[in-house]
């Protein structure tokens, strides 16, 4: 089903009354076969930045105690405090945001959702790289990571086609902005001015990138950036709609520059993709445990 025949611009039912696995459900066996064709050299790359990173948090989140501790029988042992699960590479899971039309995916309660859903399926399928800021540049065009430039339906279709890629069910996009790259060499004073209004490129808003990520049939889409959208949002913020209506993950603040860096070396922007989210009963977001595997 294309996405203008979705009644407003919401799934419910699509994969089934009861369903709490959204456009996961795109990452069927053959899927998954089909993206292990992708791995050619070998190498892995993990996309996870350290749990307690950025520093200092953002949104004026606390910073992450790790203790370390050596119990009576004479190990070591250890523990977390402060620590939010969306606060380094991350999901936002289906229960981040709520719709103000519909309320949680599949107008399901929110007892019945929880990243533990997807724990339980995992996620493996075909990663797509649009590394935009070499594509920028290219194009003579210039993307700040500390400005709002929205990356528009256009570029991600040029990009695509550029790179020779095929759009395939169970896709999942990885969109690099240079945020991370960013933020790491920025000093601490704007790394304080940025804590609470983290300005960002990012996708663009609206109508048209919700109906080119629903007809492509991507599972998930992840960026480098802390809002997927370019920050500050725009009137036709993304979050509810993919989060509540269309059941797409969201990925934030993912490391890629290493693995764009071996793409824009060997010219394959595709990689088998995989991710553990924590099995967190309830749970509102995990953890990437993120692999790109190229």
Not at 4 to 16: N, T
Not at 102 to 110: M, V
Not at 253 to 262: F, I, R, T
Request: hydrophobic share 35%.
């Amino acid at each position: 089903m294309r996405y203008a025949e979705l009644p407003d611009g919401d799934a419910r039912g699509f994969f089934g009354d009861e369903d709490t696995n959204g456009s996961l459900n795109r990452q069927t066996p053959e899927a998954v076969r089909l993206a292990a064709q992708a791995v050619q050299t070998g190498d892995v790359f993990s996309l996870n930045a350290p749990l307690n990173w950025p520093d200092p948090p953002l949104y004026s989140r606390s910073e992450v105690r790790h203790t370390v501790l050596t119990t009576p029988l004479g190990n070591l042992d250890d523990y977390l405090d402060g620590f939010y699960p969306q606060s380094s590479s991350q999901w936002d899971g289906f229960l981040h945001i709520k719709d103000p039309e519909i309320g949680f995916y599949n107008h399901l309660p929110r007892e019945k959702l929880g990243v533990h859903t997807w724990a339980q399926k995992g996620i493996a399928g075909r990663g797509i790289l649009f590394d935009m800021p070499r594509w920028f540049e290219r194009q003579g065009r210039e993307m700040r990571w500390n400005e709002r430039v929205q990356i528009q339906v256009s570029d991600l279709e040029e990009y695509r086609v550029s790179a020779g890629i095929e759009p395939r069910e169970g896709d999942v996009f990885l969109i690099r902005t240079g945020w991370t790259t960013g933020w790491q060499a920025a000093t601490v004073d704007e790394r304080a001015a940025l804590r609470s209004s983290p300005n960002s490129p990012g996708l663009a808003d609206g109508r048209d990138m919700l109906e080119y990520v629903w007809d492509w049939g991507v599972s998930a889409l992840a960026s480098d950036n802390p809002s997927l959208e370019a920050w500050p949002l725009g009137p036709g913020f993304l979050h509810p709609h993919l989060l509540g209506r269309l059941g797409i993950p969201i990925g934030e603040l993912w490391w890629l520059d290493e693995l764009a860096e071996h793409s824009a070396q060997d010219g394959r922007y595709e990689c088998l993709l995989t991710s553990a989210p924590l099995n967190l009963r309830g749970g509102v977001g995990s953890t990437a445990n993120a692999l790109a595997i190229k």
